[in-house]
């Protein structure tokens, strides 16, 4: 059974030096460079906080890791240009990066705890995470603002936290994984990176003219007929190991055992939620995937390139029929989906945002997830070893708290496994955590499930 704890009664202090701009290591070209059809678009204008958390490394111990990363991202920054810049708009909303080498924001700082008095807070939820990341003010915008903004914290055990405010416009997940290896190579001694950047963002502009040739369901206008549900919203974490995973898949008939980690759990975190906000039966639902798409082009895209390169196709059908039949039939639709991403279906998206003033996707009774597990952002190696925790620090994306995120992690008992943090409101959070737990938990399965989650209110 699912088992919950809280940090959030940790009260810390972070000292904090200046911010300061951290600008390329040498002169770097002054020109503009238009974003993509695909990076502009109205939900990718925010900034996503990413969080990757280090242990003490003996083998580290003469060297300050702060100082380290710093001098590193000045020199990365030679090759990665674009992000020391600004974006500005033009004609029709039009984003663009004005190269000007001004830098990206950074700021030192230091904690009076260790890791291990935070306890489950090295996984998101992070109650403290305002001390880990402090927004600079007027770093919220998107344009004429730094493009990162990043703070690194030592802990006194000799432990880091690397806390990154990431504009999404710049890069998706892929593309920050590529700039986050080349930052961490060149922490490890490299001259330059071993995949070199590319922009190329001409290769996912619209069409001239536009037009959209997709049925694009996670762009409906939908009226809301329903008092908003976004209060008293908490978030908590749940992991998922082997054993949960094997447990959802004895829930599916013999023709969708091909379908993917992905699809099991995605399925089920959409049936839970929907089931847990108790949406009228008759009431249209929709999940939208996060696909990536640098597979799905011929020829291929070049090697380095690194803007966002995703869509979000959305599987729609009524609550009452996502809860009322047998699992495999949400499992059907997520999978199904997934398959309307293609070449096509991506630079209809492109024209789409050109067409339509680069909406923002539905909101109403939506739901949305990124697998970010293959990315393994733990991986990532400044000299102190792969990461205790690698990816995005808290669900939700921008205003819009629908949004969850599967990232690699090991629980307590050092199983690998998958972690995802979600907003509901209380109430919900409960009835979510028991349907959860109630689908691990199925009759077959002899052993107990894996399941745990952390909670905290924010």
């Known amino acids: 059974m699912a088992s919950s704890s809280s940090s959030s009664s940790l009260k810390f202090t972070v000292r904090r ?7 390329p290591a040498i002169p770097t070209p002054h020109e503009f460079k238009p974003l993509s059809d695909i990076d502009d678009q109205e939900a990718l ?21 702060v100082q380290v990363i710093r001098q590193a991202l000045s020199k990365t920054l030679v090759f990665y240009y674009p992000f020391a810049g600004r974006l500005i708009e033009g004609p029709h909303r039009k984003l663009m990066v004005d190269c000007t080498g001004e830098g990206v924001m950074f700021i030192e700082a230091d904690a009076d705890v260790t890791l291990d008095q935070l ?24 344009t004429n603002t730094p493009l990162l903004l990043v703070q690194a914290t030592r802990f006194e055990c ?5 806390a990154i405010g990431l504009n999404h416009t710049m890069c998706d997940a892929p593309g920050y994984k ?11 001694g490299a001259t330059k990176p071993s995949i070199a950047p590319v922009w190329r963002r001409d290769l996912l502009m619209a069409r001239d003219p536009p037009r959209i040739t997709c049925n694009h369901r996670e762009f409906e206008q939908v009226q809301d007929t329903l008092p908003s549900s ?5 978030q908590r974490s749940f992991f998922i190991g082997p054993l949960d995973i094997a447990a959802l898949r004895r ?18 975190l959409w049936r839970c939620r929907t089931k847990a906000l108790q949406i009228e039966a008759d009431e249209d639902v929709r999940m939208m995937c996060i696909v990536n798409g640098r597979g799905r082009f011929n020829p291929p895209l070049p090697v380095g390139f690194y803007g966002n390169v995703f869509a979000y196709p959305a599987a729609v059908t009524t609550a009452g029929k996502l809860c009322r039949n047998p699992f495999g039939y949400a499992v059907e639709l997520i999978n199904k989906v997934k398959g309307e991403m293609t070449e096509e279906y991506l630079q209809s998206v492109a024209d789409l945002m050109v067409m339509k003033g680069r909406c923002l996707f539905t909101t109403v009774r939506s739901f949305a997830v990124s697998y970010l597990t293959r990315m393994n952002l733990r991986e990532v190696d400044f000299g102190w070893g792969d990461a205790v925790y690698g990816g995005v620090a808290q669900a939700g994306v921008g205003s819009f708290s629908g949004a969850s995120y599967f990232c690699s992690a090991k629980n307590e008992k050092g199983e690998e496994g998958i972690i995802f943090p979600i907003w509901l409101p209380a109430e919900a ?14 009759k077959n399965q002899t052993q107990t499930s894996s399941a745990t989650f952390i909670m905290s209110t924010l």
Not at 46 to 63: D, F
Not at 429 to 442: Q, T
């Open 429 to 442: 959070m409960e009835r979510f955590a028991k349907e959860f737990n109630h689908m691990l938990c199925n």
């Open 119 to 142: 306890g489950d807070s090295l996984y998101p939820p992070f109650p403290c995470f305002h001390e880990l990341l402090y927004y600079v003010p007027g770093t919220q915008q998107i």
């Open 158 to 162: 000799g432990g880091l936290i690397l």
């Open 178 to 188: 590529q700039f986050m290896s080349a930052w961490a190579e060149m922490a490890r």
């Open 251 to 268: 829930l599916i008939p013999q023709h969708l055992q091909h379908c993917t980690t992905f699809d099991l759990i995605t399925a089920c």
């Open 45 to 65: 204008r925010i900034h996503l906080p990413m969080i990757h958390i280090y242990r003490k490394q003996a083998s580290m111990a003469e060297k300050d890791p």
């Open 230 to 234: 976004d209060q008293n919203l908490v």
């Open 17 to 23: 030096c200046q911010p300061q701009l951290v600008p």
